[in-house]
C-alpha cells in the first residue's frame, strides 16, 4: 500500500511513535500528540473520536468561569471529528478490528500522521491515512488530509465531519463536565460552512470555517453538504482534505466576523492544502534553527528533550500579553489552563535564549495585569503590586478553593493566601529577560515599573522584628507546599533580597542612564529617594535562614521538625512518601515535597559558594519527595553544577521523560509545562553550564560521560551565538553585521571573542 505522508515524514529520531491502539492509553496520547501554534492547542485526539476520547482545543487566553469554582480555559467546539461510515459500519477504533495501526508525532515539522488498517465484521479491509497539522505560519489554521482505500472489494462511503459542540470541560471536583459556550450562527456557503459560539460569561466570540475538498484520481470536488458520498473500486483511493480556520473576537456585532473568516477560508483553500503544508514545514524549520539542541552520543537522550522543546514551541506566542503559559499548556485542562510561578522561572528561559518576543510576551502579560495585582496587593493592606497565585485571563486571583489530594480526597487550598514569593519570581523573570536581552524600550515601558512595584509589595510585606533585629516575611508557603504557613522561608526571603537587590540597581541605572523616563515613572507610581532609602535597608537585614555550619533551614523550625528516613533513594530518585506517614501529617515532618533551598541555590548561583550549594544539595535530597514535577529537572541542573554528573544524568533522564513515562500519572491532563522548560535549562544551565554570573554569559561544562557533544544556539543581547562542547573544549561563534566582540566566560575565564570568528577554548587537564 502506498505511503501518502512518507513524504512529508522525518527521520525516526524526530518522530514519537504509537505502535499499537491501546484504549487505556488514549487521554494520555492525547496530551503527548498535541498540536499547536501559541494560539490554538489541539489535543491528539484519533480523528473519528473514539469512545472515551478526550477532544480539547484550546485558545490561549480565553477563558470563562461559567459552573466553575473558577475560571478555566475553555474548551472550544472539536473541529476534527471525522465520521467515515461503510456499508452501515463505522470506521474507527473500537467500532472495527485494528490490524495495523501506527501514529508518529513528527516533533520537526509538527504534524501528526497516522496509518490504520481496519477490518469490518464481514472481514473487509479499509486503508487508513491521515496527517494533521495545526499551521505554524498562520495561526488560524488547523489542516488535515486523510487518504481512505478499499482493500478488498469496491465500497460507497458516507463521510461527515461536523465541527462537534458536545464537548466539555471536565469536571475537577464534583461540579460534572460543564460547557463554556453557546451557539451564536451556524450557516453553509459555497466553499464550506460557518459556526460561531460565544463564551457564556464574557460573550468571547470564536468563529469556525470549514471546507472540505475530494479528491478521487484527477477529480477533485468541495463537499457542498456536511454529508458526502464517495464511491470507490477496490484499492482506489480517495483523500479528503479539509481546512478549519478559527478567529475570536470580543466584538459583540456578530455579523463582522462571519465575512472575515468566509474570506480567509476561501483564500486557503485556493492556496491549497500542499501549500499551506509547505509553508507551515517552513516556519518549523526556521523555529528549530533557532533552538534545537544535539546531543552527540545518545540519540535517546536528544529526542526525549526535543519532545519537551517542541512541547513548548507549541504553546509560545509573540503578541502583546493577551496570554502567558499555563501549567499544562494547550494541551489539557490540567490546572484549568491557569498561569503560575512555572511560567517566569520554569518556561521563560527556553524562549528568553532562543525565541526572546515570546519571554517579552509572557512579561507584557504580568504587565498588562499590573494594575490587578496592585488591586490584589491593597485589598490585603499592602502596598505595590503583588501577583495572584493562579492567574488567567484578567490577573485576577483564580486559586480554587478546594482540590484533589494525591490520595484523591479533597483538601482545601491556600497557597493563594500564603505562596507569595510569585512577586519575586515575576521581577527575577524582569530582570532575566533585561540582562540577556538589554531591550531597554521594553525596561523603559514595563520592566522598570514591574521591578519598582514588586520591591515596593515585598518592603510592605516584611516586618522588623527588633529582637533579631532582621526583617522578616511570615505566614507563608515556599515552593514545598508540604509545609504551609511558615515564617522565613528561605527560598521566599532570598528571592525577595534579590527582588529588592535589582530594583535598587535598576533605580540608579535609570536615573542615570534615562534621567527623562525616570522622571515620567517615579511621577506616575509615587516613587520617592526615601522609600528607595528603605529597600537599601532592609537588603542587608532580611532574615536568610542561614547557618553557621553553611545549612540553609527551609524555614524557622524545620530543623526541629520530624526526621523521615527515605528508603530506595539509590533504587529510584524519586522516593515514595513512607507508608508510615499520612498525608495529613506529611508537615509535621522534614520532607518536602519539592526543590525549595535547592532551587534557591540554582537561581541565584553567584550567591552561594559551591561547598554550601553541595552541603544543601545532600542535605535536602535525603529529605525530597518530588511529588512535583518541577523538582527533577532542577535536582539535575544542581548536581551538574557541583560535580555530581552520575546524580545529575539520573535526574535529567526522570525529568526528559516525564510526560512519555507518565511518571505523575497526570499526563492525560495535559503535559507538564515547567518540566519541560525545566529539562531545557537542566541541559543547556546544568550540563552545558550556560550561567548569567554579574550579568556575564558563563559557560562552565559538565557532560554526562555519555554525551559526547552538545551543540545549540543562544540569542544573548541581539547577538546568535553557536556553541558545541564536548569533553576536552568549548568552541563559540557569534554572528554579527557590525564589527563586534563580545566578553564572556569560559572554563571561569573572561575572554574578549570577535564577531564571525570561531573559537575553541580548551579544557585544562584537570579543569
Ligand atoms: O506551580 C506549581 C507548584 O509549584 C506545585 N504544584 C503545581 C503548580 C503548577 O505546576
Given at each position: 500500500m502506498k505511503d501518502y505522508f512518507s513524504k512529508h515524514r522525518s527521520s525516526d529520531e524526530w518522530l514519537i511513535k504509537e505502535h499499537r491502539w491501546d484504549k487505556k492509553l488514549q487521554p494520555s496520547r492525547e496530551s503527548q500528540f498535541a498540536l499547536g501554534n501559541g494560539f490554538i492547542g489541539s489535543r491528539g485526539i484519533m480523528e473519528e473520536v473514539p469512545f472515551d476520547a478526550r477532544p480539547g482545543t484550546y485558545i490561549a487566553g480565553l477563558y470563562d468561569k461559567t459552573g466553575a469554582q473558577v475560571t478555566e480555559l475553555v474548551n472550544l467546539p472539536n473541529p476534527i471529528n471525522l465520521k467515515i461510515i461503510s456499508g452501515g459500519e463505522r470506521l474507527g477504533a473500537g467500532t472495527m478490528d485494528i490490524l495495523h495501526h501506527e501514529r508518529a508525532l513528527d516533533m520537526k515539522h509538527g504534524l501528526l500522521t497516522r496509518h490504520t488498517i481496519y477490518r469490518n465484521s464481514h472481514k473487509k479491509r479499509f486503508d487508513y491515512q491521515s496527517l494533521r497539522f495545526v499551521s505554524m505560519r498562520n495561526k488560524h489554521i488547523i489542516a488535515m488530509q486523510v487518504c481512505i482505500t478499499p482493500l478488498d472489494e469496491a465500497a460507497t462511503f458516507t463521510v461527515e465531519n461536523l465541527l462537534d459542540l458536545s464537548v466539555t470541560n471536565v469536571g475537577f471536583l464534583t461540579e460534572g463536565n460543564k460547557k463554556h459556550f453557546r451557539v451564536e450562527g451556524v450557516s453553509q456557503f459555497d466553499t464550506g460552512e460557518y459556526l460561531a459560539v460565544k463564551t457564556l460569561e464574557k460573550g468571547m466570540l470564536i468563529a469556525y470555517g470549514k471546507s472540505m475538498i475530494i479528491e478521487k484520481g484527477h477529480s477533485s470536488r468541495f463537499a457542498r453538504h456536511v454529508t458526502t458520498q464517495i464511491k470507490l473500486r477496490k484499492n482506489q483511493t480517495a483523500c479528503i482534505t479539509t481546512i478549519f480556520s478559527i478567529f475570536t473576537s470580543d466584538?459583540?456585532?456578530?455579523?463582522?466576523i462571519k465575512p472575515v473568516v468566509k474570506g480567509f477560508l476561501r483564500k486557503s483553500a485556493n492556496m491549497g492544502f500542499e501549500r499551506i503544508l509547505k509553508e507551515h514545514i517552513a516556519s518549523w524549520d526556521r523555529l528549530w534553527q533557532a533552538s534545537d539542541v544535539r546531543i552527540k552520543g545518545a540519540p535517546h537522550d536528544e529526542r526525549s528533550l526535543r519532545f519537551n522543546m517542541y512541547h513548548l514551541l507549541i504553546c509560545g506566542r509573540e503578541g502583546n500579553g493577551e496570554s502567558s503559559i499555563g501549567a499544562k499548556t494547550l494541551s489539557g485542562e490540567g490546572y484549568r489552563g491557569h498561569i503560575f510561578w512555572d511560567a517566569e522561572i520554569f518556561i521563560l528561559p527556553f524562549f528568553l535564549y532562543n525565541r526572546p518576543n515570546v519571554a517579552k510576551n509572557m512579561l507584557l502579560y504580568r504587565y498588562h495585569r499590573l494594575n490587578k495585582a496592585m488591586q490584589i496587593a491593597e485589598s490585603r493592606g499592602y502596598k505595590g503590586a503583588m501577583f495572584p497565585w493562579e492567574s488567567a485571563a484578567t490577573g485576577e486571583e483564580t486559586t480554587p478553593a478546594w482540590a484533589k489530594n494525591f490520595d484523591g480526597s479533597l483538601i482545601q487550598i491556600r497557597t493563594h493566601e500564603m505562596e507569595h514569593h510569585v512577586t519575586a519570581d515575576v521581577a527575577y523573570a524582569v530582570y532575566q529577560y533585561y540582562v540577556a536581552t538589554k531591550d531597554i524600550r521594553f525596561m523603559l515601558k514595563c520592566g522598570f515599573e514591574m521591578i519598582f512595584e514588586t520591591a515596593r509589595f515585598w518592603a510592605s510585606r516584611a516586618g522588623y522584628n527588633p529582637k533579631i533585629k532582621k526583617y522578616e516575611i511570615k505566614h507563608v508557603i515556599g515552593p514545598d507546599e508540604f509545609h504551609e504557613d511558615v515564617d522565613n522561608n528561605a527560598y521566599t526571603n532570598s528571592m525577595v533580597y534579590f527582588n529588592l537587590m535589582a530594583a535598587c540597581g535598576m533605580y540608579q541605572k535609570m536615573k542615570r542612564l534615562y534621567p527623562k523616563e525616570y522622571r515620567r515613572l517615579s511621577k506616575k507610581i509615587g516613587l520617592k529617594k526615601g522609600e528607595v532609602g528603605e529597600w537599601k535597608r532592609i537588603i542587608p537585614r532580611i532574615?536568610?535562614?542561614?547557618?553557621?555550619?553553611?545549612?540553609?533551614?527551609?524555614?524557622?523550625g524545620y530543623f526541629r521538625k520530624r526526621k523521615v528516613k527515605l528508603r530506595n533513594l539509590k533504587k529510584h530518585?524519586?522516593?515514595?512518601?513512607?507508608?508510615?506517614?499520612?498525608l495529613k501529617d506529611v508537615g509535621k515532618t522534614q520532607l518536602v515535597k519539592q526543590a525549595d533551598v535547592v532551587m534557591l541555590l540554582y537561581l541565584l548561583p553567584d550567591k552561594f559558594d559551591i561547598k554550601t550549594k553541595k552541603k544543601n544539595f545532600y542535605y535536602y535530597l535525603k529529605r525530597t519527595v518530588h511529588k512535583s514535577s518541577l523538582s527533577a529537572a532542577v535536582h539535575a541542573a544542581i548536581a551538574a553544577e557541583i560535580g555530581n554528573i552520575k546524580m545529575a544524568y539520573r535526574y535529567f533522564d526522570v525529568a526528559a521523560n516525564m510526560d512519555l513515562t507518565l511518571l505523575?500519572?497526570?499526563t492525560d491532563d495535559g503535559m507538564h509545562a515547567a518540566s519541560l522548560g525545566v529539562t531545557w535549562q537542566a541541559a543547556i544551565h546544568g550540563f552545558a553550564g550556560m550561567k548569567i554570573f554579574n550579568e556575564t554569559l558563563s559557560i562552565n561544562p559538565r557532560l554526562p560521560e555519555a554525551w559526547k557533544e552538545i551543540s545549540f544556539c543562544l540569542k544573548w543581547q541581539g547577538y546568535n551565538l553557536k556553541i558545541a562542547i564536548n569533553h576536552t573544549k568549548v568552541n563559540v561563534q557569534f554572528y554579527s553585521k557590525r564589527k563586534d566582540f563580545l566578553k564572556i566566560k569560559v572554563y571561569n575565564i573572561l575572554r574578549k571573542i570577535e564577531a564571525d570568528k570561531a573559537y575553541n577554548f580548551p579544557r585544562k587537564r584537570g579543569g
Open positions: 466584538n459583540k456585532d456578530t455579523k463582522k532574615a536568610l535562614n542561614l547557618k553557621r555550619n553553611g545549612l540553609i533551614e527551609q524555614f524557622d530518585p524519586i522516593p515514595p512518601i513512607p507508608r508510615s506517614i499520612k505523575y500519572g497526570n
